[in-house]
């Protein structure tokens, strides 16, 4: 059984949005969580707070705020359009922006608990060989960080993929643009007769997510396997 | 010369100690665990900053709080061999070791793993390693980096005796052979009398006392720091003779020889001999007919008191020109008995097997004998 064009459109949008989006956040991810598990500085706990308001505000509202601060006539939007002609509302941009939001604060999460399980005496040690800052950051937080990195990537992209109420809101629902399989699959189910091609779209859904499950654990075993630690048994 | 002078509060410790050493043999670090040992070297290292002082090896500061002066730990070309190993634990030993090879040094990567005998596990992860193999590793990395001093705190403590046994003749061929100035911290008197040519009494971080392990050893007032069931004087003696046939070596120092069980080392070789308190039995007159293979004419020194049914009684048994200084423990029973007295020639009596290989420890390329700061 081959998929429509409207499927393929659907998911080939939804991966466009979830890679892009976990991409582009995974430094921030990274930058962020370092700073907050290694660095104390005023307003620390703000920071970390407004990280993690996604997780508890509802989508809606995390949506309509991005259409205040980036739509076309937003704050930022405004200045973007008449500076450099560019826009991300109403674009797949724009949905990938709306779902690293929503995905950040799990993907801080994760490399933050992974930085807080490395042993700082390591670090030390490294320092003591001659290695500064940079050189130790590169060359023994990130390879023993690996994991939980790779973990917070997946479920990242997985909430990217899945991302709705944000997305919705602040791009809307534009057929080959933001029509994203969850979007794609509320239109459905709005649609008189839509029930069984949005029952197709729930199975590729699940098949997704499933694939970037196995693949993470896979990916995991074999970096625990190189940085030395007994391959985890599930 | 290595010249340190640290001041750190942490919580309701203070570390104050102040200490200058050869840059050359091994210094230990010496006292109870909360003396401050481990903040010590870590200041040395770089990983503790003072509060105030001065940290300098050779003509090079490395902290003055004076000066502002801080070199960070990555230019300070100390090694350091920590408890616990750290070896990363996602490189392999090859790996670990070339680690702070950028550091190009006077000892290449062959000559280590040959020193360390590490050559046949390169390839393997450090958690495939045992707890030895791995601290043989980690020395190895510390050394690769071309540090000036070397830092090892308590390297064996997570080991067990055959380990230990393994290892510490490693480390005096760290000694010996490349003659990198080493701070040594243990808790352990059996390693330090092996190992150290001066010895620094940390208590309460404060230092209590510097000099030479055998000076600071024969020192009733001391007693308290360096132990009280290990206690023992340390003898500076030197390989006089070999009785293969039973087994025995002689050891001369000025004023008698004593046997021990043989030691594989070359005639004249100096050595330190550490004869603990609890195995020197004290008589009037050198009994007759006795299994006692060590028997020194000496005169009382010192009686110390010690809580309950034991007494530390301090000896010389040396010449007027070298006095040489050993302690009995005995029973006040026995002393009183004996009518001991402070003056009084009397007889020492030690048991040949009870001076083992964990008791003896050859001395150090250069030594100084100088007493106290």
Same mark, same amino acid.
């Given at each position: 059984?081959?998929?429509?064009?409207?499927?393929?459109?659907?998911?080939?949008?939804?991966?466009?949005?979830?890679?892009?989006?976990?991409?582009?956040?995974?430094?921030?991810?990274?930058?962020?969580?370092?700073?907050?598990?290694?660095?104390?500085?005023?307003?620390?706990?703000?920071?970390?707070?407004?990280?993690?308001?996604?997780?508890?505000?509802?989508?809606?509202?995390?949506?309509?705020?991005?259409?205040?601060?980036?739509?076309?006539?937003?704050?930022?939007?405004?200045?973007?359009?008449?500076?450099?002609?560019?826009?991300?509302?109403?674009?797949?941009?724009?949905?990938?922006?709306?779902?690293?939001?929503?995905?950040?604060?799990?993907?801080?999460?994760?490399?933050?608990?992974?930085?807080?399980?490395?042993?700082?005496?390591?670090?030390?040690?490294?320092?003591?060989?001659?290695?500064?800052?940079?050189?130790?950051?590169?060359?023994?937080?990130?390879?023993?960080?690996?994991?939980?990195?790779?973990?917070?990537?997946?479920?990242?992209?997985?909430?990217?993929?899945?991302?709705?109420?944000?997305?919705?809101?602040?791009?809307?629902?534009?057929?080959?643009?933001?029509?994203?399989?969850?979007?794609?699959?509320?239109?459905?189910?709005?649609? !008189?007769?839509?029930?069984?091609?949005?029952?197709?779209?729930?199975?590729?859904?699940?098949?997704?997510?499933?694939?970037?499950?196995?693949?993470?654990?896979?990916?995991?075993?074999?970096?625990?396997?190189?940085?030395?630690?007994?391959?985890?048994?599930? | 010369?290595?010249?340190?002078?640290?001041?750190?509060?942490?919580?309701?410790?203070?570390?104050?100690?102040?200490?200058?050493?050869?840059?050359?043999?091994?210094?230990?670090?010496?006292?109870?665990?909360?003396?401050?040992?481990?903040?010590?070297?870590?200041?040395?290292?770089?990983?503790?900053?003072?509060?105030?002082?001065?940290?300098?090896?050779?003509?090079?500061?490395?902290?003055?709080?004076?000066?502002?002066?801080?070199?960070?730990?990555?230019?300070?070309?100390?090694?350091?061999?920590?408890?616990?190993?750290?070896?990363?634990?996602?490189?392999?030993?090859?790996?670990?070791?070339?680690?702070?090879?950028?550091?190009?040094?006077?000892?290449?990567?062959?000559?280590?793993?040959?020193?360390?005998?590490?050559?046949?596990?390169?390839?393997?992860?450090?958690?495939?390693?045992?707890?030895?193999?791995?601290?043989?590793?980690?020395?190895?990395?510390?050394?690769?980096?071309?540090?000036?001093?070397?830092?090892?705190?308590?390297?064996?403590?997570?080991?067990?005796?055959?380990?230990?046994?393994?290892?510490?003749?490693?480390?005096?061929?760290?000694?010996?052979?490349?003659?990198?100035?080493?701070?040594?911290?243990?808790?352990?008197?059996?390693?330090?009398?092996?190992?150290?040519?001066?010895?620094?009494?940390?208590?309460?971080?404060?230092?209590?006392?510097?000099?030479?392990?055998?000076?600071?050893?024969?020192?009733?007032?001391?007693?308290?720091?360096?132990?009280?069931?290990?206690?023992?004087?340390?003898?500076?003696?030197?390989?006089?003779?070999?009785?293969?046939?039973?087994?025995?070596?002689?050891?001369?120092?000025?004023?008698?020889?004593?046997?021990?069980?043989?030691?594989?080392?070359?005639?004249?070789?100096?050595?330190?001999?550490?004869?603990?308190?609890?195995?020197?039995?004290?008589?009037?007159?050198? !009994?007759?007919?006795?299994?006692?293979?060590?028997?020194?004419?000496?005169?009382?020194?010192?009686?110390?008191?010690?809580?309950?049914?034991?007494?530390?009684?301090?000896?010389?048994?040396?010449?007027?020109?070298?006095?040489?200084?050993?302690?009995?423990?005995?029973?006040?029973?026995?002393?009183?008995?004996?009518?001991?007295?402070?003056?009084?020639?009397?007889?020492?009596?030690?048991?040949?097997?009870?001076?083992?290989?964990?008791?003896?420890?050859?001395?150090?390329?250069?030594?100084?004998?100088?007493?106290?700061?």
């Amino acid at each position: 059984m081959g998929l429509t064009p409207l499927e393929i459109e659907a998911l080939t949008l939804s991966l466009r949005v979830g890679v892009w989006s976990t991409i582009c956040s995974l430094p921030l991810g990274i930058a962020v969580a370092f700073l907050l598990a290694r660095r104390d500085f005023p307003g620390k706990q703000l920071v970390n707070g407004i990280i993690h308001l996604p997780l508890v505000l509802p989508p809606v509202v995390v949506g309509y705020a991005l259409l205040v601060l980036l739509g076309r006539n937003g704050i930022i939007g405004a200045w973007m359009y008449a500076s450099f002609g560019v826009t991300v509302a109403f674009k797949w941009q724009g949905a990938a922006i709306a779902s690293g939001v929503m995905a950040f604060p799990l993907l801080v999460r994760a490399i933050r608990l992974s930085l807080d399980a490395i042993d700082r005496g390591l670090e030390a040690a490294a320092r003591t060989l001659g290695a500064g800052r940079l050189r130790v950051f590169c060359t023994v937080t990130m390879p023993l960080a690996a994991p939980g990195i790779l973990a917070g990537a997946v479920l990242a992209f997985a909430r990217s993929v899945g991302e709705f109420g944000a997305t919705i809101t602040f791009v809307s629902n534009i057929p080959g643009e933001t029509r994203t399989l969850p979007i794609a699959i509320y239109s459905l189910t709005q649609t !008189p007769g839509g029930d069984a091609a949005a029952l197709r779209l729930t199975i590729i859904s699940v098949v997704l997510a499933m694939a970037a499950l196995l693949i993470s654990e896979f990916l995991a075993q074999r970096i625990a396997r190189r940085i030395g630690q007994a391959p985890a048994t599930a | 010369m290595i010249e340190i002078a640290v001041e750190r509060r942490l919580g309701d410790f203070r570390l104050a100690a102040e200490f200058t050493t050869e840059a050359a043999g091994i210094t230990a670090l010496f006292g109870r665990s909360g003396s401050g040992k481990t903040s010590l070297v870590n200041a040395i290292a770089g990983l503790l900053r003072p509060d105030r002082g001065t940290i300098r090896i050779g003509d090079e500061i490395l902290f003055s709080s004076e000066r502002r002066i801080d070199l960070p730990p990555e230019r300070r070309r100390i090694g350091y061999v920590f408890q616990d190993g750290r070896l990363f634990p996602h490189l392999s030993v090859r790996s670990n070791l070339t680690y702070g090879m950028r550091r190009r040094g006077a000892v290449g990567f062959d000559a280590v793993v040959d020193l360390l005998g590490i050559a046949h596990f390169l390839a393997r992860r450090p958690r495939e390693l045992s707890g030895g193999e791995k601290q043989r590793v980690a020395i190895g990395r510390a050394l690769l980096s071309n540090p000036r001093l070397l830092l090892m705190d308590e390297p064996l403590a997570s080991l067990d005796a055959p380990r230990k046994a393994q290892i510490l003749p490693f480390v005096e061929r760290l000694r010996d052979e490349l003659k990198i100035p080493i701070v040594y911290v243990s808790h352990a008197m059996d390693e330090i009398i092996r190992l150290a040519d001066t010895l620094v009494l940390l208590s309460e971080g404060r230092v209590a006392a510097v000099g030479s392990v055998a000076s600071l050893t024969s020192r009733l007032d001391l007693r308290p720091l360096t132990g009280r069931y290990e206690a023992g004087a340390v003898i500076q003696a030197a390989v006089a003779r070999q009785d293969a046939g039973d087994g025995l070596s002689e050891l001369a120092f000025p004023g008698g020889r004593i046997v021990v069980p043989r030691v594989d080392l070359p005639h004249g070789t100096p050595v330190r001999a550490r004869i603990r308190a609890r195995d020197v039995s004290l008589a009037l007159a050198a !009994p007759e007919d006795i299994s006692i293979l060590n028997i020194f004419a000496g005169r009382i020194v010192e009686i110390a008191d010690e809580a309950g049914a034991q007494v530390d009684v301090s000896l010389d048994i040396g010449t007027p020109a070298a006095p040489v200084a050993l302690w009995a423990r005995v029973t006040a029973r026995s002393a009183r008995h004996l009518g001991l007295a402070p003056g009084m020639p009397v007889v020492a009596l030690v048991k040949a097997v009870a001076l083992d290989r964990t008791s003896l420890g050859r001395l150090g390329s250069q030594r100084s004998d100088e007493e106290e700061e």
